[in-house]
Nanobody, 121 residues
Framework: QVQLVESGGGLVQPGGSLTLSCAAS????????MGWYRQAPGNQRELVAI???????NYADSVKGRFTISRDSAKKTVYMQMNSLKPEDPSVYYC???????????????WGQGTQVTVSS
């Protein structure tokens, strides 16, 4: 069983900062990418940031310059530092991973259950 456990959500003032963490656990051979998606009510889940196994990163235009994704490969953990948070930022963030459980296994997608970030105004 593979689990993605998110932490770090909470309340923050407009313009404030917060850091999310996501730790992958279970039978894991290799992680090819980890990152974060987010979703606002009535909208499709959207990519926020991704970091790949070679360290490449990709950010949504809406968060470029504000959010920074990083990882600790030994801990199988991805972090996302969020600065200059806005009330209009979607509040539910989902950890995402692409990984294989063995060398010959197919790469599969995994999701965390979601963590809430509330920006008060």
């Amino acid at each position: 069983q593979v689990q993605l456990v998110e932490s770090g959500g909470g309340l923050v003032q407009p313009g404030g900062s917060l850091t999310l963490s996501c730790a992958a656990s279970g039978s894991i051979f290799d992680i090819y990418a980890m990152g974060w998606y987010r979703q606002a009510p009535g909208n499709q889940r959207e990519l926020v940031a991704i970091i790949t196994d070679n360290g490449s990163t990709n950010y949504a235009d809406s968060v470029k310059g504000r959010f920074t994704i990083s990882r600790d490969s030994a801990k199988k953990t991805v972090y996302m530092q969020m600065n200059s948070l806005k009330p209009e930022d979607p509040s539910v963030y989902y950890c995402y991973a692409v990984l294989a459980q063995s060398r010959l296994s197919r790469r599969n997608n995994y999701w965390g259950q979601g963590t809430q970030v509330t920006v008060s105004s």
